[in-house]
């Protein structure tokens, strides 16, 4: 199978629980979260997903949510709670510490531009804003970003996309 095909059907077949505003999750089926969060920005968008509540309490801390909420587009290969749970508590804590780490960790996650699934495939590596690049890999259908797997792609946000990734990206 290619792996344009597999993203494809993954982004179809995924959904990342984007509840409407005002309503709970459990009265509402989780939304397609290609198409309903297009009106909304990268930081509303993750907010409305429920799943990265670490995610962005750490840019608000590190004075980044205004970024992200700004014109862009940025693409954000965007960590879960649950991926956040597998970092050790002493590095969280060390982050929280040092803003300017936390910051570097963070702009890690972003890249400059709009870059659905079809152009991440294509490349090796993307230029995330802290200056570093991050490496993609594409094997046996799945796509990896520094060694995390994509496992949403194409989120859509007014100012961008997301990828949501299994695993937190440390530069190094």
Do not use: E
Request: charged share 20%; hydrophobic share 45%; glycine share 8%.
């Amino acid at each position: 199978m290619r792996p344009m095909r597999t993203i494809t059907a993954l982004a179809a077949t995924t959904a990342v629980g984007v509840a409407a505003v005002g309503s709970t999750a459990s009265a509402r089926p989780p939304a397609d979260p290609a198409r309903a969060s297009a009106s909304k920005d990268i930081v509303q968008t993750a907010v409305a997903a429920g799943q990265f509540k670490t995610l962005t309490s750490l840019l608000k801390q590190a004075g980044l949510a205004g970024t992200l909420k700004a014109k862009g587009p940025y693409t954000v290969f965007a960590p879960t709670d649950a991926a956040f749970a597998k970092v050790p508590k002493a590095t969280l804590n060390a982050l929280g510490k040092d803003k300017a780490k936390l910051r570097s960790v963070l702009l890690y996650h972003v890249a400059k531009g709009r870059l659905d699934a079809a152009k991440v495939v294509k490349r090796s590596s993307v230029k995330t804003l802290n200056g570093k690049s991050v490496r993609i890999r594409v094997s046996d259908g799945k796509v990896t970003v520094g060694g995390a797997r994509v496992v949403t792609p194409d989120v859509k946000a007014s100012n961008g996309v997301i990828h949501v990734i299994n695993k937190v990206l440390i530069p190094r």
